[in-house]
T-cell receptor
Framework: NAGVTQTPKFQVLKTGQSMTLQCAQDMNHNSMYWYRQDPGMGLRLIYYSASEGTTDKGEVPNGYNVSRLNKREFSLRLESAAPSQTSVYFC???????????FGSGTRLTVV | GQQVMQIPQYQHVQEGEDFTTYCNSSTTLSNIQWYKQRPGGHPVFLIQLVKSGEVKKQKRLTFQFGEAKKNSSLHITATQTTDVGTYFCAATDGQNFVFGPGTRLSVLP
């Protein structure tokens, strides 16, 4: 089925470890996004890529890096995980910036 | 920066009752989107509103954009147990979308 695929679905990290969250979409969308969702705080934008070859910071970029590998793939990297990064991470894509988003199923990350 | 507020935070209704959630912004908006997230799931896009005073309907759901483009509402008529979830508005002033904290709806059968 067409959509946004995120891997992994669950991950437990120790403080200081690094990891990369993978995201791929097969809808030929131009724009891709990474959000984190914490209880009672809605979704907060970490980074986005308005089009292939560009990336920009969102509301909460500290501690994260991203790579728009090609039009389909947009990865999120935590270089040195901290307990404050425990959250559910969602990747999303849209045909263009500010069009409706299609979200992936999320990655539940716990940092201990 | 832009702030988006939603009320109420929680709403419990009896099946068949109506439900409304409100979204308010501190700034004039370019457009607004609504999403639904089922428990344990991911947000699903419902609709986008662009014009001042716009009203759109999807079956039992009615979406409205305020005349001043600073607020919006989602109204569900005769709720069903399948309506359970958290409803988020996402608003933009032309830059990126900012999501509200959501309204969690529970429907008692």
């Amino acid at each position: 089925n067409a959509g946004v695929t995120q891997t992994p679905k669950f991950q437990v990290l120790k403080t200081g470890q690094s990891m990369t969250l993978q995201c791929a979409q097969d809808m030929n969308h131009n724009s891709m996004y990474w959000y984190r969702q914490d209880p009672g705080m809605g979704l907060r934008l970490i980074y986005y890529s308005a089009s292939e070859g560009t990336t920009d910071k969102g509301e909460v970029p500290n501690g994260y890096n991203v790579s728009r590998l090609n039009k389909r793939e947009f990865s999120l990297r935590l270089e040195s995980a901290a307990p404050s990064q425990t959250s559910v991470y969602f990747c999303a894509s849209s045909e263009r910036k500010n069009y409706g988003y299609t979200f992936g199923s999320g990655t539940r990350l716990t940092v201990v | 920066g832009q702030q988006v507020m939603q009320i109420p935070q929680y709403q419990h209704v009896q099946e068949g009752e109506d439900f409304t959630t409100y979204c308010n912004s501190s700034t004039t908006l370019s457009n607004i989107q609504w999403y639904k997230q089922r428990p344990g799931g991911h947000p699903v896009f419902l609709i986008q509103l662009v014009k001042s005073g716009e009203v759109k309907k999807q079956k039992r759901l009615t979406f409205q954009f305020g005349e001043a483009k600073k607020n919006s509402s989602l109204h569900i008529t005769a709720t069903q147990t399948t309506d359970v979830g958290t409803y988020f508005c996402a608003a933009t002033d032309g830059q990126n979308f900012v999501f509200g904290p959501g309204t969690r709806l529970s429907v008692l059968p």
